[in-house]
Structure formats: C-alpha cells, structure tokens
C-alpha cells in the first residue's frame, strides 16, 4: 500500500500504485506532476514542492473493541516508510453497557429458538424451541383432549405416537429450557448494569454466534 503526501499531509491513500489518482489529486492543487507507472524500487519518491509517495507500515494496535475505539489515522514520515499508527480510546461506559445488553438480547434470542434434547415416550429426540414452534405446540394441546392420540414429528424427523399428556410434558421441557435462557440474560444485564468501570466491562464475554457458549459469565 502507498500514500501520496503533499507538505506530511496524505492527499490519496493508502491504496494500491495508482499513477492517474495521484496526478488527479495533484492536478486539484494546481500542480502538474509525471507519475511513473510502476512503483520505483525506491521509495520514498520526491516529486517535489513537498510531494512525496511512500509505502505504508501500518502498527498493530492491541485494544479492546469491547470498551475501546480506535482514533486516526496518525501518520509519521520520519523514516523511509509512512507509518501509520492509531490513537486508543475509552468507550463511554453507557455506550459500552447499551452495546452489551443488546448483544446479550441478541444471543438469548439465538438460544431461544434453537434445539434441545428431551426424551418423549422414553426416546431421545430434539425439538424446536422458537417461538413458531411453542405456538403451534400449543395449539395441538388446546384442541387435544385426554383420548387425543396423534402423529407426532420431532425436528430430527422421529415420529411418534404421543397423547395430550405428552404433548403437556414436551411444552414443560420447552418452557424450563427458555426460563433458563432468560434467567442467564437477566444475570448478565445485572453483571453489566453493575459495572463501574472499563475494566470491569472489559472482562464481560457475550458469544452471539456459538450457542454452547451464549453467556461465559454471569
């Protein structure tokens, strides 16, 4: 990657050699300037008049992204190359909590419609725990009586042969799996609600993506 400088101020980049973006960005500044082709094997490249194209080194910045940001670009032409360095900042607390609290909705809401493991007429099956899924549950159980005997379908495609007392029992499992998901959000929004500092955000983990890894503290 390259820059082009006019007086240690980036006019273009970085990006790659681009001979006609330079000479456009110049030509804006009322300066005519011959570009080569090619990046020369030498770098920096005086053009003159403070003109100057060199490489980039971009420095690794290790921060936070949880509770910090970073500020720039921040260049440096002291050496051969431009460096280009970046400032950390502090997140304000509040953004940070309302930032936690709705990646920790987010992975409960993940959770929430997933799949559990529970066992129907002493086979262990998986069933659907969204909300789709409890409503048309419910409807089954609503219409059935206690001499109901239907085909049942399990989201691993078994089928069986259940009554309204297993419908009952399934509805049960789903609810207590989702009160836990619940119960685990509210003790995270109370671990992040009671942060007062940074630090202590910092160390909150919240995996939207992994399910067997929604809440890592809490």
């Known amino acids: 990657m390259y820059v082009l400088v006019h007086n240690n101020k980036v006019l273009v980049g970085p990006m790659k050699w681009h001979p006609s973006m330079y000479a456009g960005a110049l030509k804006k500044l009322g300066m005519e ?6 990046a ?23 921060y936070n992204k949880q509770t910090e940001y970073l500020e720039g670009p921040v260049w440096n032409f002291s050496s051969n190359v431009a460096v280009e360095s970046y400032i950390v900042r502090q997140k304000d607390l509040n953004v940070v ?33 969204s909300r789709e899924s409890r409503a048309n549950l419910a409807v089954l159980i609503a219409a059935a009586t206690d001499s109901t005997s239907i085909n049942w379908k399990s989201a691993d495609n078994v089928w069986l042969t259940v009554n309204k007392a297993d419908l009952i029992g399934i509805a049960q499992a789903i609810q207590n799996q989702i009160q836990e998901i619940f119960d685990d959000e509210l003790a995270l929004n109370n671990l992040i609600n ?3 500092t940074s630090e202590e955000l910092a160390e909150i983990e919240i995996d939207t993506g992994k399910m067997e890894r929604l809440f890592n503290r809490g």
Not at 33 to 38: C, E, L, T
Not at 40 to 62: C, F, Q
């Open 33 to 38: 300037v011959g570009i080569p082709r090619y």
């Open 194 to 196: 009671s942060a007062t």
């Open 97 to 129: 909590k309302t930032e936690l609290l709705k990646s920790a909705a987010n992975a409960r809401w993940r959770k929430e419609n997933g799949l559990i493991s529970i066992t129907v007429k002493g086979q262990s099956v998986k069933v659907s725990t």
């Open 40 to 62: 020369p094997y030498s770098l920096p490249l005086s053009l003159g008049n403070g003109v100057k194209i060199y490489v980039v080194r971009t420095e690794k910045i290790d």
